[in-house]
Each structure stands twice: as structure tokens, then as C-alpha cells.
């Protein structure tokens, strides 16, 4: 019987195969994001987005991730303030507003997404549903993200042929 410990060595083995980099969690939190020394990746937290603006934000995210042929856009709803997403398993005061989120993902359309996804959020902790209706707007907007491209002959990747 495979334990868990031979699945994630196997795993490993295959992607490090592939050029891909599997690294072990090293704790050192900045916001709800967590930084490894080993990537190229940082949080940017609330207070950043609030200082330089989201135009700026957007602006060094679109130069760092330009060159790339595939990106994936991951989105923890809890990364909003609990005004807009009370019903997450961690809410945290002092986050974004749905409107910052929104206006973030429009400046981001020139990448080439792949893929994209929207976590934590939890219905049973969601009174009046207004995660839920702040989670649907972020998606939509995602869903808009791709059909600008489609509409711009661009490729989105998502649908496995780029047409």
C-alpha cells in the first residue's frame, strides 16, 4: 500500500522531472499570504495596495508576469475585509474592498490567464449571502477576462486551443 510520505516523494519525482520546483512550507506570514525564499513570489497585503494604489500594484504584476505564456489567478475571498466577506473561515479587518479586487483583475486582462479559481468561502458562515454575491461579481469578472480575449482573437488557453 502507497503511504502518504511514498505519494508525495513520487509526486515530487514526477514534476522535478518536468522543471517544476516543489518546496516545503517556510513560515513567515505577511498578511494572509505566505513568502518563500526560494520563489520569486511576495504578498502584496492591504496596506501596500492602499499606499501605492492598485494602478501601481497592477502595473509591477503586469511587468513581472508579461513574459509568461500561462498564467493561473488564484483569488482567497478572505483576503476582502469582512464588510464585504463576512462568511470566510478567517475574516480579517482592514482588507480590501470588492472594488479594489475588481479593478485589479481589469488591469490584469493583457495576461494570458489559463486558469483561475476563488477560495474560502464558506455559505454556512455567510449571513445575508454577501460573500457569496461579492465572490460571483470577482467571478464574473474573471469569466470577463476571457471572453475580451476571445473578442480580441487573443488566446485564453482555457479552452485548450486558443480559439
Known amino acids: 500500500m502507497l503511504t502518504f510520505q511514498d505519494l508525495i516523494l513520487k509526486l515530487q519525482s514526477y514534476w522535478g522531472g518536468k522543471g517544476c ?3 516545503q512550507p517556510y513560515d513567515m506570514e505577511v498578511g494572509a499570504g505566505t513568502f518563500h525564499t526560494a520563489t520569486f513570489l511576495r504578498a502584496i ?3 501596500e495596495l492602499e499606499s501605492r494604489g492598485v494602478g501601481a500594484v497592477a502595473d509591477e504584476l503586469l511587468d513581472r508576469f508579461s513574459g509568461l505564456s500561462h498564467v493561473y489567478l488564484s483569488i482567497d475571498i478572505d483576503a476582502l475585509d469582512p464588510a464585504y466577506a463576512p462568511g470566510t ?3 480579517d479587518a482592514g482588507g480590501l474592498s470588492p472594488r479594489q479586487v ?3 483583475i481589469r488591469r ?3 495576461l494570458p490567464f489559463v486558469g483561475a ?3 474560502e468561502v464558506a455559505p454556512p458562515l455567510d449571513s445575508g449571502e454577501i460573500t457569496s454575491f461579492a465572490a460571483l461579481k ?3 469578472e474573471i469569466f470577463g477576462l476571457v471572453l475580451r480575449r476571445k473578442r480580441q482573437g487573443l488566446s485564453t488557453h482555457l479552452n ?3 480559439r
Open 21 to 23: 520546483a516543489l518546496l
Open 45 to 47: 497585503g492591504p496596506e
Open 89 to 91: 473561515g478567517i475574516p
Open 102 to 104: 475588481i479593478t485589479l
Open 108 to 110: 490584469l486582462d493583457a
Open 117 to 119: 479559481d476563488l477560495v
Open 138 to 140: 470577482i467571478i464574473m
Open 160 to 162: 485548450g486551443a486558443g
